[in-house]
């Protein structure tokens, strides 16, 4: 049995668990790579690794290191800031710094907010971009893309009242 007054190593919690923080950017990390319809295979492939790291990283079992979210953010084509964007207080608070100094401020210049609150998070968002983007005609996915923000700025059928009035 790990002892829970053991000081946290390499990263991960006092009682050797992967850090949430390391649990959160592989979590971003699988979102990315779904959203870009890719495998673990083609995505460890564009970065020299093999799937089971791929997988390692994404569970957060291995920690990625600097350079490796450099080549990540790289291949993915998003900025290196979207891996940590969305982290919820509790887990930005789990950081190796607060562990070894439990006193420490947490300086957040934004709030975050609850990480299963994020629509990104969702299967039905994740298949709904990925079916945009598979739309060969441009033009029509232009046309789609209007419609769901006319729809969406719609007083009426944004308004649950209205909706209930005309049942």
């Known amino acids: 049995m790990k002892s829970i007054s053991r000081k946290a190593s390499r990263g991960r919690t006092p009682l050797g668990e992967p850090n949430p923080i390391d649990i959160h950017v592989g979590n971003r990390i699988r979102m990315r790579r779904n959203l870009l319809g890719w495998s673990q295979e083609k995505l460890g492939d564009l970065l020299g690794l093999t799937f089971q790291q791929i997988q390692k990283y994404e569970k957060g079992l291995n920690r990625v290191s600097a ?15 979207f891996f940590y964007e969305d982290m919820d207080k509790s887990v930005a608070m789990q950081s190796p710094r607060m562990f070894s100094n439990p006193t420490a401020d947490l300086s ?13 998070q969702k299967k039905e968002t994740l298949e709904l971009v990925r079916a945009y983007y598979k739309i060969s005609n441009r033009q029509v996915a232009k046309y789609i893309y209007d419609l769901v923000i006319a729809m969406s700025k719609s007083p009426y059928l944004n308004n649950k009242e209205e909706l209930k009035k005309d049942k």
Do not use: G, K, Q, Y
């Open 67 to 81: 350079s490796r979210l450099w080549d990540f953010s790289v291949v993915m084509e998003t900025p290196i800031s």
């Open 108 to 120: 957040l210049n934004e709030d975050l907010e609850v990480f299963n609150a994020d629509p990104m």
